[in-house]
């Protein structure tokens, strides 16, 4: 297992009581963030255990995906790996079912710069 699916159980077992809706808790890179190192993956830590059906996605700003390969969904968190990102602005747009099936969504950017 690595080091961010370990951080996504870590957060899981201190998760809040259970809630009707999942909100995002922590996302990494945040919102707002500006890099000035290309992350490989982005990790959404949510308020409330998943559904296999949440989805994140990560777009340049032509619109286009950069994920590179299969987004993970475990416990709590939404792991997505990425391509090799050059500078410029992401959107993340998620999607989030919990185990109860109330859905939420929401949407941030995030810059990298040389």
């Given at each position: ?10 957060l899981a077992s201190v998760a809040a009581p259970v809630s ?95």
């Amino acid at each position: 297992m690595n080091s961010r699916v370990l951080a996504c159980l870590a957060l899981a077992s201190v998760a809040a009581p259970v809630s009707a809706h999942a909100f995002l808790d922590h996302a990494n890179p945040g919102a707002g963030a500006v890099l000035h190192v290309a992350p490989k993956s982005v990790m959404l830590a949510f308020s409330d255990d998943l559904e296999a059906d949440s989805s994140v996605q990560i777009v340049d700003e032509s619109g286009r995906s950069v994920a590179a390969g299969r987004t993970t969904v475990s416990a709590n968190c939404i792991m997505a790996p990425l391509r090799a990102l050059g500078p410029g602005k992401y959107r993340v747009v998620w999607h989030a079912v919990s185990m109860d099936d109330h859905r939420t969504q929401g949407a941030y950017e995030f810059a990298i710069r040389p």
